[in-house]
């Protein structure tokens, strides 16, 4: 009898790790092949093909895993009671962990919640500062798509139509992409304007390329439109041009960040304050 017991938890460890391996090299497969759609690959930041977005179809479809989000974002401003930060750098929820790691040249907190970096609650995703691999929301998340469509129906009002063409992606497919463009023109060029795994803004779920991946969008009466409006709904232009030594990255007019209330801040009359140098911070790796 005990014989037949330990053959059969035998037989059941194995079969577990063989079921464990069929996925890890299921998983590693669906990396691989990962068109690169995009005409002129320079601006590669594209990539519309991957599972996380869908990119002929708007913000709506991507909004599903917003819950978890949400409660992220509020578990980060619940837990930033003024007298904590004082007293006890670090505070524990039964939920998540907050520590303040320390300031900006701005004089910002900068705060780490779960593995992610925050200043001024705004999530921070830039060279200097990665997303944990396990951090997915898994598309765009919810304050992100209602401020999206509010700005959309905006800019169709005034003849202008908006369409995300690459939305969320996951730490993986981050990873596929980056790598790609490192075969193909090496580390120094590709990170110039592609992001590392982890570093991308495109896996917090709240940026999005808009409309066309390309120089000249800047130049279109969309990405105009864009440019000078978008901070009305909470989005700034996160890469502008001129300022690739602050940002790491060259002119993306196409690429919108959604920080919230703090967008206006940094619109400063069509003349684009960075991110990095509104809270006082590096982009470099
Ligand atoms: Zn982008």
Redesign the pocket.
């Given at each position: 009898m005990k014989k037949l017991s330990l053959i059969i938890s035998l037989s059941l460890i194995i079969s577990l790790v063989f079921v464990t391996g069929c996925d890890k090299k299921t998983a590693s497969e669906n990396k691989v092949d990962e068109p690169n759609t995009s005409e002129n690959n320079k601006e590669v930041?594209t990539d519309s093909s991957s599972n996380e977005e869908s990119s002929s179809s708007d913000s709506n479809s991507n909004s599903s895993s917003s819950n978890n989000s949400k409660s992220e974002i509020k578990d980060n401003s619940s837990t930033s009671s003024t007298s904590n930060k004082q007293t006890n750098m670090s505070t524990k929820t039964s939920s998540s962990t907050k520590t303040i790691v320390g300031k900006t040249t701005k004089q910002y907190n900068i705060e780490k919640v779960n593995g992610v970096y925050y200043i001024k609650g705004i999530l921070i995703a830039n060279k200097s500062y990665a997303l944990p691999s396990s951090y997915a929301p898994g598309g765009l998340k919810s304050e992100f798509t209602i401020a999206y469509n509010e700005m959309k129906k905006a800019a169709l009002k005034e003849g202008i139509s908006l369409s995300i063409v690459?939305g969320y992606r996951s730490y993986n497919t981050q990873a596929t992409l980056y790598n790609n463009y490192v075969k193909r023109d090496g580390k120094k060029e590709a990170d110039t304007y592609s992001a590392r795994a982890g570093h991308s803004?495109?896996q917090s779920g709240l940026?999005?390329?808009l409309n066309k991946i390309s120089d000249s969008f800047g130049e279109t009466k969309e990405g105009k439109w864009l440019a000078n409006n978008c901070y009305k709904y909470g989005f700034i232009l996160r890469y502008p041009k001129g300022k690739q030594s602050i940002t790491g990255y060259v002119y993306?007019p196409?690429?919108f960040r959604f920080i919230g209330d703090e967008a206006k801040n940094l619109y400063n009359n069509g003349n684009w304050i960075t991110l990095e140098e509104y809270l006082g911070i590096d982009s470099k790796y």
């Open positions: 930041d690459s803004e495109h940026a999005a390329d993306e196409w690429h």
